[in-house]
């Protein structure tokens, strides 16, 4: 059984700091091309951020410069560090396993940005 664990989100202020984390179980991690995506209240789910197999990423534009996806495959984890947070980065956080248009999905956690 395939399973995503997020963890890592919560409330902070304008500015500040979140690390969020996803571990993986039920697939062969190393295979897998890793991400990150968020849904915000009232809009559709999009791409915060990818990472291949042999650690190459990919941002959305809105991110880059403040977010950094990386991935353990040991530990069959992948982390989004995401600095300078802004009020719309407000969103659910899901963490995304494809493999061959095969994907998997975790079940979100809240990131709430707000002064």
């Known amino acids: 059984q395939v399973q995503l664990a997020e963890s890592g989100g919560g409330s902070v202020q304008p500015g500040e700091s979140l690390r969020l984390s996803c571990v993986a179980s039920?697939?062969?991690?190393?295979?897998?091309?890793m991400g990150w995506y968020r849904q915000a209240p009232g809009k559709q789910r999009e791409l915060v951020a990818t990472?291949?197999?042999?650690?190459?990423?990919n941002y959305a534009d809105s991110v880059k410069g403040r977010f950094t996806i990386s991935r353990d495959n040991a530990e069959k984890m992948v982390y989004l560090q995401m600095n300078s947070l802004k009020s719309e980065d407000t969103a659910v956080y899901y963490c995304?396993?494809?493999?061959?248009?095969?994907?998997?999905w975790g079940k979100g956690t809240l990131v709430t940005v707000s002064s």
């Open positions: 995304n396993a494809n493999y061959i248009r095969v994907n998997f």
């Open positions: 039920g697939i062969v991690f190393r295979l897998h091309a």
């Open positions: 990472i291949t197999p042999g650690g190459n990423s």
